[in-house]
């Protein structure tokens, strides 16, 4: 088994929010980390090193995908971890949703978990050992009045159950496949939002920071015997209000 300081991840829509906690969470404790995302390379929070690859991408492109993958391979020689992080909140109405909305949502949330996944499992099948954690959101157990976010739980819903499928499929493999579904989180995408307001959707009144997010990602992989498994990361939201 290999030790924290030498195991690699992979990280998509790694450049803000959850996704960049989590990589700096990640290279804090040691690790070696690729992050994509589609101008990841202009990032002002994250600079090439030994140990962090950045990679430009669309999410929803298999080259993409194959890029993140093989340099992952070519620097570091493994992949321990993914995080299919990126993603895209739209909130309208359903009938105001245009079919560009759908393809742009759907491709981020759903066609760049396919691609990415594909091309990890070869490499984590050879070492015997991977993980690979989803991002969902808690609005796909428990939808919210006054909250018109159909493409979100379109494009979410399928995480906690292709996380139980693959579980099995690849428990032989040892790769172990978990979701977390967040409440409202504190990043750039609800920055000039009123978060007092956002709070009173979880009973623990507040809404998520990063750090929560991180925290789960690190249960998961120190919880070598989880797997298939959904984390409600929600201030109690999922439990209802």
Request: hydrophobic share 40%; glycine share 8%.
């Amino acid at each position: 088994m290999t030790t924290t300081e030498t195991r690699t991840a992979i990280i998509t829509g790694a450049s803000s929010g959850i996704g960049l906690g989590i990589t700096k969470a990640l290279l804090e404790r040691g690790w070696n980390v690729v992050g994509t995302s589609r101008t990841i390379s202009k990032s002002k929070e994250l600079t090439p090193s030994a140990n962090l690859v950045l990679i430009d991408g669309e999410a929803s492109k298999k080259e993409t995908a194959v890029k993140v993958t093989d340099a992952a391979i070519k620097h570091f020689g493994r992949i321990d971890l993914l995080v299919n992080n990126a993603g895209i909140y739209l909130p309208k109405p359903f009938t105001e949703y245009t079919e560009d909305d759908y393809n742009l949502v759907m491709g981020t949330n759903v066609t760049s978990l396919f691609h990415m996944t594909q091309q990890v499992i070869p490499q984590m099948k050879k070492q015997h050992a991977g993980h690979v954690v989803n991002i969902s959101t808690t609005l796909v157990d428990q939808p919210a009045a006054g909250v018109t976010a159909f493409l979100a739980i379109l494009s979410k819903s399928p995480m906690p159950a292709v996380s139980k499928a693959l579980a099995l499929e690849f428990a032989a493999d040892n790769i172990r496949f978990n979701t977390i579904s967040p409440g409202v989180v504190n990043t750039p995408m609800h920055a000039n939002e009123d978060h007092t307001a956002l709070a009173k959707f979880h009973p623990l009144n507040r809404i998520a920071e990063v750090s929560d997010i991180v925290d789960a990602v690190f249960y998961l992989q120190n919880a070598t015997f989880v797997t298939g498994e959904n984390i409600h990361v929600d201030g109690g939201f999922h439990a209802g209000r």
